[in-house]
């Protein structure tokens, strides 16, 4: 597939053309929180905030760099001192685990910037990365360690699948990429300076989107 700039922000139009036509954030069912079946590690991260204050309407996608499990991204995120955290990883072998539940908000798409020498948050329509949080389920997927980032066949699988089980149970009907915090799939770099979720994973947003509304429509 055609993955040049140009292609890129052609079809980022396609995404907010129907964004804007059937799309809403926060027409969710907000009768409970429940985590996704599909993880096979549980390994609660004390990074978290508890209690949401929002629905989930939105998903957004990290790159863990390195190819590890989804039991040893997790324990990357034990400590106290980390400061950070995620509700799921997604293991290079395709294993998932959860390393903080969904009805709690996850520590990890904030971002800042200096001015005055003041760390301030970046805000993107009016949301910071802080805020996304609350309403998005965080996955962190295992990638290689350089340029591009790229993650293994069985990594994409997986992800599909558990974005379909977030959309489900969250009553997301459709996923959403524009290239922005319009969408309902955003991306860590939308908040903050940084490159996550690297080229590879970035250029396949599209693809998984509408892998993952074929298998909401087929449901």
């Known amino acids: 597939a055609d993955q040049s700039e140009a292609a890129k922000v052609k079809r980022a139009g396609y995404g907010q053309k129907y964004f804007d036509k059937y799309a809403q954030k926060g027409s969710v069912n907000t009768m409970g929180f429940s985590n996704s079946p599909l993880a096979t590690v549980k390994l609660i991260s004390p990074n978290k905030t508890v209690g949401r204050n929002h629905a ?18 997790c324990e990357v995120f034990q400590p106290s001192s980390k400061g950070a955290s995620c509700n799921y990883v997604v293991g290079y072998d395709g294993s998932i685990g959860l390393c903080v539940e969904e009805k709690d908000r996850s520590w ?3 971002g800042y910037k200096k001015v005055n020498g003041v760390n301030v948050p970046i805000r993107v329509n009016g949301i910071s990365g802080s805020s ?10 295992a990638c290689e360690a350089k340029h591009p980032y790229a993650i293994t066949e069985k990594a994409m699988a997986a992800l599909i699948e558990l974005c379909t089980d977030i ?20 991306t860590h ?20 989107a509408n892998a993952v509304n074929t298998q909401l429509k087929n449901s």
């Open 108 to 110: 990890c798409t904030g």
């Open 167 to 186: 959309c489900r149970r969250n009553g997301i009907q459709m996923l959403y990429y524009t290239g922005d915090a319009k969408g309902n799939l955003t």
């Open 132 to 141: 996304n949080d609350y309403q998005a389920v965080t996955i962190e997927v």
């Open 56 to 73: 989930i309407d939105t998903i957004t996608i990290h790159c863990f760099v390195g190819q590890v499990t989804a039991k040893r991204g």
């Open 189 to 208: 770099k939308m908040f903050s300076d940084t490159e996550c979720p690297g080229f590879y994973l970035e250029s396949k947003l599209l693809d998984i």
